[in-house]
């Protein structure tokens, strides 16, 4: 799964494919808020792209509620709020 070795489901293991990761979440912070400003919705979000966000979005254990994941993480939180507003758009 993304690239991800299978064999070392870590913390650790998850955290140094991350850091390798040349994607948007791998970027100073300033960066990477204008870069969710900046997305473009209008031409990036497709029917296959929504319908795997909502398998997220519409979890039964509610994981994707910016509320339950805002208990958790204040930065998290902000990415589920928009995560959430890009499948409700």
């Known amino acids: 799964?993304?690239?991800i070795d299978t064999k070392t489901?870590?913390?650790?293991g998850y955290f140094a494919?991350?850091?390798k990761s040349t994607s948007f979440l791998n970027q100073p912070p300033v960066k990477l808020i204008q870069s969710l400003c900046d997305?473009?919705?209008e031409t990036?979000?497709?029917a296959k792209l929504v319908k795997?966000?909502?398998t997220y979005v519409n979890d039964a254990e509610g994981r994707l509620v910016p509320e339950n994941v805002l208990q958790v993480s204040s930065a998290c939180g902000a990415?589920?709020?928009f995560?959430?507003?890009m499948y409700n758009w």
């Open 9 to 12: 489901k870590t913390p650790e």
């Open 83 to 85: 995560v959430n507003a």
């Open 52 to 54: 795997k966000i909502g």
């Open 44 to 46: 990036r979000l497709n």
């Open 17 to 19: 494919e991350a850091k």
């Open 1 to 3: 799964m993304l690239g």
């Open 39 to 41: 997305y473009e919705k």
């Open 79 to 81: 990415l589920a709020k």
